[in-house]
Structure formats: C-alpha cells, structure tokens
C-alpha cells in the first residue's frame, strides 16, 4: 500500500524536566489547554497537513497515551488504508529492547515504514505546542530535493546553546549544525521536525546502527553524518507559535500564552483546528457567587469561587470561598473551601483541602525563593496545608526536590 508521504512521532520521552507531573504517565500525555493533551497537536497537523498515516512510537509509561490515542478517530485517523499506530519498542524473536535513542526508534520500525513505501517520511517530537502545516514543509523538501529538511526558527541568542543550531547559505542550504554547542555560531535552532526522503534515510538508519560508538540520535549522529557526506541539507523556516512544553515553567507559559490573544497560539481558529478526544461530562456550573474572569475552563467543572488567569481542565471543582489565579488546573482537581492557589501546576486528581495556601504572587516572596508550586497527581492536601512556592510534592504530599 504505497503513501507518497507518513509521519513518525516520537512519543516515547520520560518528561523529566515536569517531574511528579510525568512520574505515571509520558510526556505527550500530559494535558494541555483545558481540553487537549500535548499529543493533540502533532497528531492535528497531521490531519490537517493531509498525512493519514501515523506511526506513534512510545515506549515510557504508555498507558494513558495509548488509551487516549485510541483508534485515532478523534484526528480522522482511523482509516483502515492508514491511520494511527501504535509502535513500542519491537519484541522479535532473540527478545526486544528499548528504544536507544530517537534514530533507533526509526530503525526498529523500519518494516512499518516499508509496508507503506513512501517517498518521504515526516519525523515529529511528540512534546510541542504549535500549528504548522507538514504538507508544505513537504512540498519545498521536494523543490529542494533535498535528502532531509529541517524546520528552523530563529531562537534568543541566550538559548541557542540548549538547541540544535545550524548555519545556512542564502539558499536555505544548511552548511553547518552543531547539536547543543557551548558557543553557538547562530541563533537558527532545529524544532526537531525532519522531513527526510526515506531511500536516504533509509539507509542512514542502518549504518547507524551497525556502528558500535553512535548514540543513535537524530541531531548527535544522523544529521551530522549526512551533511560530513555532503548530502543536501536544507531548512525550512518557520514563524509561528512554537513552544517546547519539556520543563514545568515552559508548560505553564505555554497554558498563560493561551489566554493572551498576542501570544500567536489561536485555538479557536477554525481554519486549523486541534483536534481532543471528547469527553462525556455535564455542561460547567458557575455558582451565583463565582467569579470567573480571563480564564478557560472545560466540561464538568463546578465553580463557585474566584478564578482568574487560570487554565482549568474537565472536572475541576472550585469550592466557595477557594481563590484560584494564574494556575494550571488539570482533570479532576479539587479546591476546597477558602483554599487559595496562585502560581501553580496542580496534577491530576489531586485535592487541597479547606483553608490550604499553595503558592503565591511573585510580589509576595524572596524573588530567589519564588517559583511555581507543583503538586502531583492524586495528591491530597489535608486542611489548612501551606505549601511554599517553588515547592514540588508528590502523590504522598511529600517534598521532592527539582
């Protein structure tokens, strides 16, 4: 069954950098936005770029991303001439073994790719927060005709160390690219999506592999391979919202930007939607006594306090007299009475009983001791609980460092 092109999503990451927040599940499953988890945005590119066909590659706690992935209907991707698949690591017949790193992931799944015979492959992170349309990244590789293409955007020069950066020609040809350097000769950082021609790629996987001393890795190994080779490397340049969710800080700037109609992250543009697994709950409940103001709330929340510059997902109950603002609320949460929240991530499920006190306004700390609180998932905070800012607990309420 020939495609002219498929997307591979690398989905498979640990999220250490969100700590307590990915302890159960993987990166790409945490939620997002009120209603999207973080899956949602590669998979509705997909979707919307025209590619039906995606290979999910998950290896890290998969459980709850693989239940909400489903059958990819959500997305239009359960065609039965394509659709979403489901990949972890391969169990052959001498046993299986993890993924080794993001170029490995491919390798192992080299026979997925090949039942498809595609032209081109589409390589995706599965931890961004962005619109972008893959179809036309496609359309200039093949202008280019390049053996890979790699989607740029210009970063401040004070973390253009913590990317890949590449230098380019006025073609757009990249000349140069050094993964994470320590002094970075430009501020033109990879956004971790490829577009390769599978042939070429095809056959730099295998190398790869059969070299002992290689970490397997897409921006340490392959990348760099192909251009010492003199393959033709080109980028492609984006301009729009793009943010990496990867630490608890950018996670929650990325929800605040959500609420700011400057930021250039729209999700009520119906011209390129992003698509989220519904979910059956009632309508919200806004007591008489709430106060809801500059904030996203989704189905199922009963709100009877004050909340303000906040991002509530389904099922979040905001009790009389609880105060929540610029806090990220997910599925489940509960705030008791005369409870307040400010400056917060709080996971899923968990409950911060009567007269609690988690975080504060950076006015009101140290600026050296400020910083988000963080509360696990399932984590019940007995009453009158104070938990400082920059404090993270876990699932027990206890303490954990970052």
Same mark, same amino acid.
């Given at each position: ?18 700590y307590?927040?990915t ?6 499953a945490?939620?997002?936005g ?20 995606v ?11 693989n ?8 997305w239009d ?12 690591p ?34 995706l992170?599965?931890?961004?927060i ?34 890949g ?35 070429d ?65 729209d ?7 992003i ?15 709430a ?7 989704n ?13 509530l ?5 905001? @009790? ?7 806090? /990220?609320?997910? =599925? !489940?949460?509960?705030? +008791? $009475? &005369?409870? *307040? #929240? ?22 009101? @700390?140290?600026p ?5 609180? /963080?509360?696990? =998932? !399932?984590?019940q905070? +007995? $009453? &009158?609980? *104070? #938990? ?15």
């Amino acid at each position: 069954m020939k495609k002219e092109c498929i997307a591979m999503l690398l989905a498979g990451g640990q999220g250490s950098r969100l700590y307590v927040l990915t302890s159960e599940m993987a990166k790409p499953a945490v939620p997002f936005g009120g209603k999207y988890r973080i899956i949602d945005f590669p998979l509705s590119n997909c979707t919307n770029s025209g590619i039906d066909t995606v290979g999910v590659l998950t290896q890290y706690r998969p459980l709850e991303l693989n239940s909400h992935i489903g059958s990819g209907q959500p997305w239009d991707l359960d065609a039965s001439t394509g659709g979403v698949h489901i990949l972890p690591p391969y169990q052959g017949a001498k046993g299986g073994t993890w993924y080794k790193g993001t170029a490995n992931a491919i390798y192992q799944n080299i026979g997925f790719v090949d039942n498809y015979d595609p032209e081109y492959v589409v390589i995706l992170s599965g931890d961004h927060i962005y619109k972008m349309d893959y179809a036309d990244m496609v359309q200039k590789h093949k202008e280019a005709a390049a053996a890979c293409t790699i989607s740029v955007m210009e970063v401040p020069w004070s973390d253009a160390s913590r990317f890949g950066i590449m230098s380019v020609n006025e073609a757009g040809q990249i000349t140069e690219f050094a993964e994470k350097p320590k002094e970075p000769k430009s501020n033109l950082a990879s956004m971790g999506i490829y577009v390769f021609t599978w042939a070429d790629l095809r056959r730099y996987l295998t190398e790869d592999e059969a070299d002992p001393a290689s970490e397997n890795d897409f921006g340490k190994n392959i990348i760099p391979k192909m251009l010492n080779d003199g393959m033709k490397m080109q980028s492609y340049r984006f301009d729009g919202y793009w943010k990496d969710v990867g630490t608890l800080e950018s996670l929650w700037d990325a929800n605040m930007d959500m609420l700011s109609p400057d930021s250039g992250l729209d999700l009520l543009d119906e011209s390129w939607p992003i698509y989220a697994r519904s979910m059956s709950a009632p309508a919200a409940f806004l007591g008489s006594n709430a106060k809801v103001n500059h904030s996203a709330f989704n189905r199922g929340c009963e709100l009877e306090g004050i909340v303000e510059n906040s991002v509530l997902s389904q099922g979040v109950t905001v @009790a009389p007299g609880a105060e929540v603002s610029y806090s /990220v609320l997910f =599925p !489940g949460v509960t705030v +008791e $009475a &005369g409870a *307040v #929240v400010k400056y917060a991530i709080l996971g899923e499920g968990c409950r911060v009983g009567a007269g609690c006190k988690v975080g504060c306004d950076p006015a009101e @700390a140290d600026p050296d001791k400020w910083g988000l609180a /963080v509360v696990a =998932p !399932g984590c019940q905070l +007995e $009453a &009158g609980r *104070v #938990v400082a800012p920059k404090i993270m607990l876990n699932k027990n309420g206890e303490e954990v460092s970052r």
